[in-house]
């Protein structure tokens, strides 16, 4: 019995040695597995906190290109916001200039009449101390040789003294009358020719040609095509002569309407950068440049509306305005001479002490009528007022446009403003050609009388008006009537229009049919 409890104390001493062991170890291993955690999470923070500070670093980066796209932003709007107001204060300073200027020559005016009515005085003043000395020396004379009472000395002289102070005065005040008249009269020869000499333009004459250049011969071949059918469409979709010569690399286009001159040149210059000339790309090209021409013409009208400082005109009257750009009168551009006559009457107005803008305004449209001409009947100063009455302008303006040929009677400073700065602007030397005129509003009439017909879609005068091409509707129109308008538009010529030579009338029937592949 006692044999066999010693192994099993024994086996309970190693038991217990053994965990105490195993307890010793695991404290050690779990030590050592600690310290290796504490070891990494520190590493791992350190990473974190270099990934962060990266992080913010590339942060910052970007906050200072940021920051710096930001102020090189503000900085050139401010500039741009220095720029403008730089510009509006010359402007400024420029029409304080001219305003001090006005001022100026208005005080030395009032200065020069202040001088003739204080000079005006003296010599009244002195005519009165001369008839008191001369009051005296009759009275003295009456005393002693007429023996007469002083009462009655004082009456005949106070008698013939007031006759003859009436007769000095007359005679002094027509002298005064004359000499104000003759002041009045150089005046305004003065403000008139400062007003013309301070919107002097050059003049240009204005043609019914226009040359396109080309790079080379060979595409005078190709824009006449095979059997000419090129040049054929070209013409019939712009109602305006291709004039192939023997210029070198140059055709030109002839047509009386400068608008649709323009479109032409526009589409052919388009063609010949583009190289593929058929009918189907000048059909094309030519809509294009119709719509091209029609952003051009609000442009004109923009840029003359601004440098007359006229503001406020509605969209359709802008229209208006650009075509005055392509339009004539008597040789003499139409926007031109609109512009020149808003000038003077802008100025005239400024000398008389009347509202600048309005004369402005005023003058600027009185011939807006003759755009209108060849669609609205009746003198152009009546059609223009009527049109800027329709949409809503001032009614001085209104009146002042129908008065400037007196078709309406002028009754106010502004209507004969108007009406003299037109005068000037038409009447200096060069202005106008009466030839140029005359030839549009004939070719104008023919289009007119060929477009009152029935059933005619476009009609054209093309050869400087030797022919009438005639483009009918083929759903409308057959061959028999086709044959029949051509008649009647000749005959209708032959007996409204006055016209040298002959003139031929071509009535185009052309039916398209079209499909697409798909």
Do not use: W
């Amino acid at each position: 019995m006692k044999n066999m409890q010693v192994p099993y104390l024994l086996y309970l001493i190693i038991t217990i040695a053994m965990l105490a062991i195993g307890f010793v170890l695991g404290a050690i291993f779990q030590k050592y597995i600690y310290k290796t955690k504490i070891g990494s999470i520190d590493e791992y923070a350190k990473r974190k906190k270099e990934e962060a500070e990266k992080e913010i670093e590339a942060e910052r980066r970007e906050m200072r290109i940021q920051m710096k796209e930001e102020i090189e932003k503000k900085e050139a709007d401010l500039q741009n916001k220095i720029k403008e107001e730089q510009r509006q204060i010359q402007e400024i300073e420029s029409r304080l200039l001219r305003k001090e200027e006005i001022a100026d020559r208005k005080v030395n005016a009032a200065e020069r009449k202040e001088k003739e009515l204080l000079k005006r005085e003296q010599e009244i003043e002195h005519l009165k101390k001369l008839a008191e000395e001369k009051l005296r020396q009759i009275e003295d004379e009456f005393y002693k040789v007429a023996g007469l009472t002083q009462e009655e000395a004082r009456k005949v002289v106070l008698d013939n003294m007031e006759k003859e102070l009436e007769r000095e005065y007359s005679k002094r005040l027509k002298e005064m009358e004359e000499d104000l008249q003759t002041n009045i009269q150089e005046k305004a020869k003065v403000i008139l020719s400062e007003a013309m000499e301070r919107c002097a333009t050059d003049y240009v004459s204005e043609t019914t040609v226009s040359v396109v250049p080309l790079p080379s011969e060979d595409l005078k071949g190709r824009i006449i095509g095979r059997e000419g059918r090129n040049i054929r469409t070209f013409e019939t979709l712009t109602g305006v002569d291709i004039l192939v010569d023997d210029t070198p690399e140059a055709v030109t286009l002839s047509c009386f309407d400068p608008i649709r001159r323009e479109v032409a040149k526009h589409a052919l210059e388009h063609l010949i950068i583009d190289g593929r000339i058929h009918p189907a790309r000048i059909e094309d090209f030519v809509q294009e440049a119709e719509q091209e021409v029609e952003q051009m013409i609000l442009k004109e009208a923009d840029e003359a509306l601004l440098s007359v400082s006229v503001h406020g005109v509605p969209l359709e009257i802008k229209k208006l305005i650009g075509k005055m750009k392509f339009r004539t009168s008597f040789g003499q551009n139409l926007l031109q001479h609109s512009i020149e006559s808003a000038t003077i009457a802008g100025i005239i107005a400024s000398e008389l002490g009347e509202n600048v803008t309005l004369a402005k305004r005023a003058a600027f449209l009185h011939d807006i009528g003759k755009v209108m001409g060849s669609e609205i009947e009746g003198p152009h100063a009546l059609v223009g007022a009527d049109l800027l009455k329709r949409y809503g302008e001032n009614p001085l303006v209104v009146h002042a446009v129908a008065a400037h040929h007196n078709e309406v009677k002028p009754e106010t400073t502004l209507d004969v403003i108007v009406q003299i700065a037109d005068t000037l602007s038409a009447t200096r030397p060069g202005a106008r050609r009466e030839n140029l005129e005359m030839y549009i509003k004939r070719l104008e009439e023919i289009e007119r009388i060929a477009m009152s017909v029935p059933g005619i879609k476009k009609a054209f005068v093309v050869q400087a008006g030797r022919e009438v091409r005639i483009m009918v509707n083929p759903a409308e129109v057959d061959e028999q009537l086709a044959s029949k308008i051509s008649h009647d538009v000749a005959k209708k010529i032959e007996e409204e229009v006055v016209y040298p030579g002959i003139i031929k009338v071509t009535v185009v029937r052309e039916t398209r049919y079209t499909d697409y592949a798909k």
